[in-house]
């Protein structure tokens, strides 16, 4: 399993992504589940993966190698001219990854698993956030709600649903997703470093940020011990219960 999470807001965009793949525990490995697809100037397309690793890679190639598209003509997510229709396009990936390998997933008691965000800007188009599903839907990031999560995402949501709005810095709401993503490392062994960060200002299209983080990068060994040593003097500060005992 995983753990990503994009956020959309008034600035740009901001997502990270942790590596870990593990069948079983003594079958741990790391693989990039952000990848970045960057045509400085033209497109910035990030995608998220969740979910069963070989149908997630699979998904991914047929974006890259192409798709028929209504036309008839082969389309590629460098070819896509808009952020909605590259969600869809997505969404036919995952469809046809299906139609092939469903039948025999299930055969083989694995079940059909993925799950992906789909986020960046194409041109002067504007920049947008979606969630595919393992059925090839889709929604989208809005103000009210501007941040989307896949994978193991119950542990660190709290934190973002507390912390992020539609108007939060680009750098605190990058801050805030690794403090997210490190509540969530301590809580699940299926999710683990290094991690994949990104942070990409509306209309830029280019990156300003694109990182791998480390164990043992200082930053974010600042950010959890911060996080915890805050965390125990915010309970200490309140009050015990009244309730007798």
Not at 64 to 80: A, H, R
């Amino acid at each position: 399993m995983t753990y990503c999470v994009g956020l959309l807001l008034r600035k740009g965009l901001v997502m990270v992504g942790d590596t870990r793949t593990n069948a079983g525990v003594d079958n741990i490995a790391t693989f990039r589940k952000l990848q970045i697809f960057e045509v400085p100037g033209e497109r910035v397309v990030a995608i998220s993966t969740a979910g069963n690793l070989a149908v997630t890679q699979a998904v991914v190639n047929h974006m890259l190698e192409g798709l028929p598209g209504p036309d008839g003509d082969v389309q590629t997510l460098y070819t896509i001219p808009s952020m909605f229709e590259m969600a869809q396009f997505a969404g036919r990936a995952v469809r046809t990854v299906r139609e092939r390998d469903a039948e025999a997933l299930s055969q083989d008691g694995s079940g059909f698993d993925c799950s992906l965000l789909v986020a960046g800007q194409i041109g002067e188009r504007r920049l947008r956030l979606f969630m595919i599903y393992r059925a090839g839907n889709f929604l989208e990031s809005t103000e009210d709600t501007p941040f989307l999560q896949i994978g193991e995402h119950k542990y660190g949501k709290p934190i973002i649903d507390r912390s992020v709005a539609f108007e939060t810095p680009l750098d605190e709401a990058l801050k805030i997703a690794l403090i997210s993503m490190d509540s969530t490392i301590r809580s699940n062994l299926a999710v683990g470093m290094p991690l994949d960060a990104m942070i990409l200002p509306r209309d830029a299209l280019a990156c300003t940020v694109n990182v791998r983080i480390t164990e043992h990068d200082p930053y974010f060994a600042h950010v959890r011990d911060s996080w915890s040593n805050a965390l125990r003097e915010a309970h200490l500060s309140i009050p015990d219960p009244p309730y007798g005992y």
